[in-house]
């Protein structure tokens, strides 16, 4: 039977890590993740796990660690924030390079400068493009549910790539919602025990991890990396179902809300979905067809469930709480008008919000959604990208 607490984002994910008793968790301690690294330090001088914490002097020297640990086959987490993650970039492209499955919290947080230590996607966004899965959530039950699931999916014989499970710093991470826990026994018969394949305390086999890779096999390393996320769609679906049956919540590469019959839509990731979901409710109310398609997981890219979610409507705003510094707009915006181009006659708005923990309300929500009906009357849309919520 489910237990019931009351926890925060930071208490949720430590609670995750707990029952999955990994064996090795090197940290260093980043605001807003700080927290999560403190729990598990404390849980291993209870006796709660019998995981091996490793304090180290930095975030780059963390991500080595998991290399090290990970390849050596053991299973490894971490934790990190905004220029925590940045500090490991190099290390990111060495696990991902490397098919590691280690596991990583990331609690999202502006990257310096000038310095902001409050939320929006900088961090992880950069990162998207380092090979790792990223799977993001809107609350304290989905960072927990997501965190579980990423440890499965990440250490599939068809994946085996890093995962970031993601949620949004102080806003997530700190509030303290009602959450619905599995039992110990569950969570640990649903992750199993890690098995490697090939790891470097293998005294049967003789491995290299992360060698030189000349001109003649790079590429084709690369290609591998793109067949093994394309394979974590599935998975990823697979898991879904098998958490699905054991918790009763069910997820998938995107969650659709008031789409059956809306005519405009908001693509969002993270807390903010929330915020937009009260927005469209009292919309709804007002008669306006509006609904919302969330993003759960962001790599791999769900292409195709973006395109059939926006199938019908007359046009779309995507909400980016990162800055892409281009003409196209941000991360999101640029990878869901790319889905959408050739397949879809909507109208498409990009816009940048929430940068440094500026406060996204329902009227915000409501702003957004006024300037696509705006554009979509006037039958195009301005050029480039624009800002929500910037001081007057």
Known sequence: MAIRERLSGNEAVSIAIKQINPDVMPAFPITPSTEIPQFISSYVAN?????????????????????????????????????????????????????????????????????????????????????WLQIYAENAQEAYDNYIQCVRIAEHPDVQLPAMACQDGFITSHAVEN????????VKAFVGEYKPEHYLLNAKESVSMGPYDIANY???????????????????????????????????MIEEYRMED??????????????????????????????????????PFPEEEIVKALANVK??????????????????????????????KAVVLNIVYGLGGRDVRVESIKEAYDRLFEAVEAGCVPMGYDYLGLRK
């Open 262 to 299: 809306a005519e405009y839509a908001m693509v969002i990731i993270g807390s903010s979905a929330g915020t937009a979901k009260a927005a469209i409710d009292e919309m709804r109310e007002e008669g306006k067809k509006v609904g919302l398609v969330k993003i759960r997981v962001y790599r």
């Open 218 to 252: 790079y590429m084709e390393h690369k290609y591998q990396q793109k067949v093994a996320l394309d394979n974590a769609k599935k998975v990823i679906m697979d898991v879904a179902a098998e958490f699905e049956a054991i918790s009763g919540r069910k997820y998938g």
């Open 315 to 344: 046009g779309v705003v995507v909400m980016d709480k990162a800055e892409g510094y281009n003409s196209v707009g941000g991360p999101l915006g640029a990878d869901t008008k790319a889905s959408l181009y050739g397949r879809s």
């Open 179 to 186: 959450i619905l826990l599995l039992e110990d026994e569950k």
């Open 47 to 131: 006796g709660s796990v019998d995981t091996e914490f490793i304090a180290v002097e930095s975030e780059h020297s963390a991500m080595s660690a998991c290399i090290g640990s990970q390849a050596a086959g053991a299973r490894t987490v971490t934790a990190t924030s905004s220029c925590g993650l940045a500090l490991m970039w190099e290390m990111l492209y060495v696990a991902a390079s490397s098919r590691l499955p280690l596991t990583m919290c990331c609690i999202n947080r502006a990257l310096t400068g000038p310095i902001n230590i409050n939320n929006d996607h900088s961090d992880s966004m950069g990162a998207r493009d380092a090979g």
